[in-house]
């Protein structure tokens, strides 16, 4: 079956770019000049996936607007006849279909998926989560969905973690593999080093079956209230399977203060107007002078 639709689950609080996302939707911080959620809808479009839901919360009116016509900017742009930055700016409304769906509190990833369920209807879905900025040739999520053909089971986009850092991750166990895609046994949430068994950590890209919902519906919240997927997901395990897909290209962790500042030097660097003025800029920069 195609995957036809993309859900983005926006709604979370956003507490580690405090206070910065106060008033600001993390999802809109910008990486050189997109918001950070226009990265990863631009990887749906390029993935070929028609229909994009975002799950959005209290606060991130930002993120409707930003995907919006704005007839007064693209005026204004018109009349000083700012061409270039026009359709710029119109590329963004025209790129996508878009549907909303609100999460009304910060219940978990696993219940803002849930939030869904009446425009998923009885197909395979895509979820892509906006922390995760991958530059790929070949788009993460394309990748993924030529695995998906090959085992119709949930496909996790996997990568490998330096040991130390596995306790931040969902850790998965793997049973066999054939080439980038493994078939996965087990998959624990936030592993110490010790006890992990791999150093594969699912990163934020899934593809789930339907099934995913009425498992969620009977999942239970966290200590913190929280329903969390990858609770979920292990319930898929044995029907109809789970597969960790090992993708080719560089993944940020732009939901992370680090992480954020590495996308940016990064993009900057790669930008064909802003790279080669910045990359004479760091050059100059005298790194001793920093502790
Ligand atoms: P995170 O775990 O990064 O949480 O969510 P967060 O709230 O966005 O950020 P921090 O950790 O407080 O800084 C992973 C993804 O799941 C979404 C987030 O918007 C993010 O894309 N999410 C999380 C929801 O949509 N709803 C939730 O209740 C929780």
Do not use: W
């Not at 036809?4 to 008033?23: D, H, M, S, W």
């Not at 809808?41 to 919360?57: K, L, M, Q, R, W």
């Not at 026009?86 to 996508?96: C, E, G, N, Q, W």
Request: glycine fraction near 8%; hydrophobic fraction near 40%; charge should be negative.
């Amino acid at each position: 079956m195609k995957i036809k639709k993309a859900v983005f689950p926006a709604a979370g609080l956003g507490t580690r770019f405090l206070p910065a996302t106060k008033a600001l939707p993390k999802e809109m911080l910008a990486l050189v000049d997109k918001p950070l959620i226009q990265y990863v809808v631009e990887e749906a479009v390029a993935s070929d996936i028609p229909h994009i839901i975002i799950v959005t919360g209290r606060g991130k009116n930002a993120i409707e607007d930003h995907f919006d016509v704005s007839y007064e900017l693209e005026k204004t742009l018109e009349k000083r006849g700012k061409t270039q930055m026009l359709s710029k700016v119109r590329a963004i409304s025209d790129m996508i279909d878009v549907c909303y769906v609100r999460q009304k509190e910060a219940l978990g990833l696993g219940h803002a998926i849930l939030q869904v369920r009446h425009l998923i209807g009885d197909e395979p879905f895509a979820v892509f989560l906006g922390d995760d900025i991958i530059d790929s040739a070949v788009p993460c999520m394309k990748q993924m969905m030529d695995a998906y053909d090959r085992c119709h089971g949930a496909v996790l986009a996997i990568q490998e973690v330096e040991h130390r850092d596995v306790s931040s991750y969902g850790i998965v166990k793997v049973n066999s593999s054939d080439g980038r895609l493994h078939h996965i046994d087990d998959m624990v949430e936030k592993p110490s080093a010790a006890s992990a068994p791999s150093n594969l950590a699912i990163i934020g890209r899934y593809i789930l079956p339907p099934a995913i919902f009425d498992i969620l519906e009977k999942t239970q919240p966290d200590i913190n209230g929280e329903i969390q997927l990858t609770n979920g997901l292990k319930q898929l395990l044995r029907e109809p399977g789970v597969y960790g897909y090992q993708f080719e290209g560089k993944r940020f962790d732009a939901g992370d203060k680090l992480g954020f500042l590495k996308a940016t030097v990064e993009f900057a660097l790669k930008n064909q107007d802003l790279g080669p003025a910045f990359k004479k800029y760091l050059s100059t920069l005298d790194l001793s002078i920093y502790q």
